[in-house]
C-alpha cells in the first residue's frame, strides 16, 4: 500500500487530495486507489481501479507539459508512474488514456491531468493480454 497525495483533486472526488494507493492480488499492475475522507457530495471513501500503463500499455507513451510536471514535483521521466482509470463493465474493460493518473515515485505526489492536443480516446477498450 502507498499513501498518495494528490496536488490537486481528482475529477469527481474533490475535495479529496489524500489516497491509498494498494495493488490487487493476483492482478499484475492492477491497483485500487481509496480516498481518505469524504467528498463534497458527501461519498465516502470513493475507490477507482488503475492500471499500471508499464505493465499493461507499453507502448502507451503520453507527453506531460512542463506545468504539468512541475505540479508534481516531476523533473525526470523515469520517477513517473503512469496509471490510467480502468472501468470494468459487462461487455469488457475500458481506460481512459485521455487523463492519465501521474505520480512522482520519488515523492508519493499524483495528479490527474487532461492531455491537450493529443489524439488520445476517454474510453479505450482493455484488449485481453
Known sequence: MIDLTFAVAPFGLEPLVAFTLTPVAGADGLFTLVGVGTTASG??????????????????????????????????PEDAML??????????????????VVVNARTSVGAQFILEQQDLPLRAELAAR
Open 43 to 76: 461519498v465516502t471513501a470513493p475507490k477507482m481501479f488503475l492500471l499500471d500503463a508499464a505493465v499493461h500499455l507499453p507502448d502507451y507513451a503520453p507527453s506531460l507539459s512542463d506545468e504539468q510536471a512541475a505540479t508534481i514535483g516531476l523533473t525526470a
Open 83 to 100: 496509471l490510467v482509470v480502468a472501468t470494468p463493465g459487462a461487455s469488457g474493460t475500458t481506460v481512459n488514456l485521455l487523463a492519465p
